[in-house]
């Protein structure tokens, strides 16, 4: 800006000069002392327009320095919020070796037709686990683990294994990463009830009483009588304890898929077959046991609508099934360093009148023998009712120096026609699938806080065939398999 005395004086000399030379107007005098404070007034006005300005530039610039200082701000806290999200995120490794030595009597071979004994001494498995989880909000969480779980020196890759999806986290194979659980709990605001949605593949395996024995925290949700296995679905929970006055009393909607069919060139698309999903609905109710600091109890109802024939390669739906269950369990009982647990359980079936013929072995003649296999039953019409018992305990010795080591016993029994949704068993063999008797004796030898061994015997006396399987007649069988093994477990 051009300086205002500058310009006041070129028009006072323009006017003078103007009233001279080119004007015969008079020529306007004004004292020398007001001319003086028109000056002096006219700078400081300079003065304050000068410091307006510098004052201006001054506020640009800090405004550039806060917009800089607001970017680098917002550049901060992306990458706190970055780094607060992957610190988060825990994880937590488990890594087991067991060996085993099987011997069993009385299996019946499918190729000669015939009852052989047979052993499996020196097998040797080794599982690895990786567990994450992370407190996102408040109100949300995640959890998840990927699972390695392979035979020692493994060149075969197993052909078949009933149920598949279940239990493939669950049945050694070879090197491949499996995704036994992935799923978020997240508790729903503003409601007049507490309601949590736990959404993903589920905490559905290795569940109450499981954590007696693998000396562990309990892991899973559902009593591992009725239910043990890998499963995707959708539960609701509703808090209850503010209403009941029961302590970590809730009620439980569950849904999932037990069979889910898929087209074979059309991922997208069901199956041609005609075959229906076998959906799963249940509702569970668990509490504290009043008085019995710790404790647990959950009744259990489970429902399957539309069983198929084959879990891997299904041709027939055959019925439904209901489950009906009781689950007690108490820590250290009266300060007595006994655990205790109590599971019943019991089912129906609701055949709906189909049936396949299923290969048994072959015949002299080297043709398949086929047999009639409804649910539960070889004539796709007769409904039946199976049950079930699972108990034990667990006692803490009071030795110190030795880490306070444990020992414990369990037993289950199952009726002819009893079944279970436990194909993701932690055991190879499936015991608490058995229709006939299960006693197991453990001894737990902690070595410190993160590793500690196992070692057991366990005897399986069954009484009838197909446990673990929904199709069929069961017949009487003397089979029986006893399994001696060793473990060593590390977690962190």
Request: proline share 5%.
């Amino acid at each position: 800006m051009k300086k205002i005395t500058f310009i006041f004086a070129l028009l006072l000399t323009l006017n003078f000069l103007a009233t001279n030379s080119f004007s015969k107007e008079k020529m306007v005098v004004i004292p020398e002392s007001a001319y003086k404070a028109i000056l002096k007034r006219l700078d400081t006005l300079q003065q304050k327009v000068d410091t307006l300005e510098k004052e201006k530039e001054a506020t640009k610039k800090k405004q550039e320095q806060f917009n800089k200082s607001l970017d680098d701000i917002y550049d901060t806290l992306d990458e706190v919020e970055t780094k607060t999200i992957k610190d988060k995120l825990n994880w937590g490794v488990e890594l087991r070796t067991r060996v085993d030595n099987f011997k069993v009597t009385d299996e019946f071979n499918p190729s000669t037709g015939e009852h052989d004994d047979y052993s499996a001494d020196n097998r040797w498995t080794t599982r690895f686990r990786l567990n994450m989880s992370a407190e996102l909000l408040k109100n949300l969480s995640f959890h998840g683990r990927l699972t390695v779980y392979k035979n020692w020196a493994n060149i075969h890759k197993a052909i078949y294994y009933p149920y598949a999806d279940p239990n493939s986290a669950h049945v050694p194979s070879d090197t491949s990463l499996k995704l036994d659980r992935a799923y978020f709990d997240w508790v729903v605001p503003n409601l007049p009830v507490p309601v949590a949605l736990t959404i993903g593949r589920q905490p559905s395996s290795e569940g109450p009483s499981s954590e007696f024995k693998e000396n562990r925290l309990r892991q899973s949700t559902y009593p591992v009588l009725l239910f043990d296995g890998e499963a995707d679905g959708v539960v609701a929970t509703v808090g209850l304890e503010r209403f009941l006055k029961l302590k970590n009393s809730g009620l439980r909607f569950a849904y999932g898929k037990g069979y889910q069919t898929q087209d074979d060139k059309t991922v997208y698309m069901d199956a041609r077959y005609g075959i229906d999903d076998l959906n799963v609905f249940g509702v569970f109710f668990e509490s504290e046991i009043p008085y019995l600091p710790g404790s647990l109890m959950v009744l259990s109802y489970v429902r399957g609508n539309d069983f198929v024939d084959n879990p891997v390669d299904p041709g027939k739906n055959l019925g439904d099934m209901d489950l009906l269950g009781i689950h007690l369990q108490a820590p250290n009982i009266l300060d007595s360093s006994f655990d205790f647990f109590f599971s019943w359980g019991m089912n129906f079936s609701h055949p709906n009148g189909k049936y396949v013929n299923m290969p048994v072995g072959a015949g002299p003649d080297g043709k398949p023998i086929l047999m009639p296999m409804g649910l539960l039953n070889d004539d796709g019409k007769g409904g039946h009712t199976g049950w079930a018992i699972y108990t034990g305990f667990r006692y803490t010795t009071p030795f110190a120096k030795l880490n306070y080591p444990k020992f414990g016993f369990e037993y289950n029994h199952g009726g002819k026609y009893w079944f279970s949704f436990t194909q993701g068993s932690t055991e190879l063999y499936n015991k608490l699938a058995t229709r006939g008797d299960v006693f197991d004796f453990y001894y737990i030898q902690p070595l410190n806080k993160y590793l500690f061994c196992r070692l057991g015997y366990t005897i399986l006396n069954y009484n009838y065939t197909g446990s673990g399987w929904h199709i069929g007649q069961p017949l009487e069988t003397d089979k029986s398999l006893k399994d001696f093994y060793f473990l060593i477990n590390l977690y962190f």
